[in-house]
């Protein structure tokens, strides 16, 4: 079975300071994994892919199979990163979710 | 270009009532999914649309919940008898679906459900 699992509800970090997103999965097979974000008021959207290995806004996140982990993560925070964050797994069949962090980027 | 639209985007219905929740995915793409967001909650899967597949319907919380799609289309989501624990943001995401290859999900901007 897929499985994404967001330990963290609520990450709350000051302005300036690293910031890690913690994401898990379970999958039997080879993963397509996912970051989405959701900022106020706008709607949920891709934020970057595993696949692509890309830095968006400042994050990056790196598969570890071993770990069967796909953290989330960006040196310095900024306030505009304030925002719920979503990982996903695409499997042999639909994507899957987990629950979700909300981030908050204090000043 | 066009993206995801659903409609309505505002819903305020009387406890009992059915409502009728409709998506438009972007032309092409094959999978269609639906879910739920509470106030300062997740993403809750609802349903998912594959192409001419049967739906996986694991994610509906009760019968008073189903949804149709039509070919590759519009999808509605219709909510009978609703409760007050269903008020909630719909979303409604779709996406190509080609195995072993990255299937973005794009989103609509959900209707806001609110059941007095």
């Known amino acids: 079975a897929q499985r994404v699992t967001q330990p963290e509800k609520l990450l709350s970090v000051f302005k300036g300071a690293p910031v890690e997103l913690k994401c898990n999965y379970s999958?039997?097979?080879?993963?397509?994994l996912f970051w989405y974000v959701q900022y106020s008021r706008q709607r949920l959207q891709l934020l970057l892919r595993h696949i692509s290995r890309e830095s968006i806004k400042g994050f990056t996140a790196d598969l570890n199979k071993g770990e069967t982990s796909f953290h989330l993560k960006k040196p310095f925070a900024q306030e505009e990163d304030s925002a719920m964050y979503y990982c996903?797994?695409?499997?042999?069949?639909?994507?899957?979710f987990g629950q979700g962090t909300r981030l908050t980027i204090n000043p | 270009g066009a993206g995801v639209s659903q409609s309505p985007s505002n819903k305020v219905t009387e406890k009992g009532k059915d409502v009728e929740l409709r998506c438009d995915p972007i032309?092409?793409?094959?999978?269609l999914y639906w879910y739920r967001q509470r106030l300062g909650q997740g993403l809750e899967f609802l349903i998912y649309?594959?192409?001419?597949?049967?739906?996986?319907k694991s994610g509906l919380p009760s019968d008073r919940f189903s949804a149709e799609r039509t070919g590759e289309s519009v999808s509605t989501l219709t909510i009978q008898r609703t409760q007050q624990e269903d008020s909630a943001v719909y979303l409604c995401?779709?996406?190509?679906?080609?195995?072993?290859?990255?299937?973005?999900?794009?989103f609509g901007p959900g209707t806001r459900l609110t059941v007095l």
């Open positions: 999958y039997s097979g080879s993963p397509e």
């Open positions: 649309f594959q192409g001419n597949s049967a739906p996986d």
């Open positions: 032309s092409g793409h094959t999978a």
């Open positions: 996903a797994l695409q499997g042999a069949q639909k994507l899957v």
């Open positions: 995401a779709s996406s190509w679906d080609r195995p072993m290859v990255d299937n973005e999900q794009f």
